[in-house]
């Protein structure tokens, strides 16, 4: 759902352009295209129980997914809402995807 591969997403936290918060976020929508297994190496180990507790507790419904706050340059066309449900979506649908990886692990 993100347009950056995890790999692009952690050099730019990296670089300060993006917070740890959003890696983490991002991270967990990436696992909708990309499986946690390739994913979670990649993780800064400062980050990586952020996303463990996000992938083993994920929300009940898309719409109990955090909203999404960003700002940008969009078109006329742009739908706000659409894009929050789109995001959301993806949210919930990698932190389920997240939650089946982790807790197929051995203890």
């Not at 991270?27 to 990649?42: G, N, R, S």
């Not at 078109?75 to 995001?87: G, L, P, V």
Request: with cysteine; hydrophobic share 35%.
């Amino acid at each position: 759902m993100t347009e950056l591969s995890p790999k692009q997403l952690v050099a730019a936290y990296n670089r300060g352009m993006i917070t740890g918060h959003e890696l983490t976020f991002r991270l967990i929508e990436a696992a909708v295209d990309c499986p946690p297994e390739i994913i979670l190496p990649l993780v800064p180990e400062e980050l990586r129980d952020d996303v463990r507790q996000r992938g083993l507790r994920p929300p009940e419904t898309p719409e109990a997914v955090p909203r999404i706050i960003a700002s940008g340059c969009f078109t006329e066309t742009f739908d706000r809402n659409t894009w929050q449900r789109e995001q959301q979506v993806a949210y919930y649908d990698g932190a389920w995807r997240w939650h089946r990886f982790l807790t197929a692990q051995p203890t």
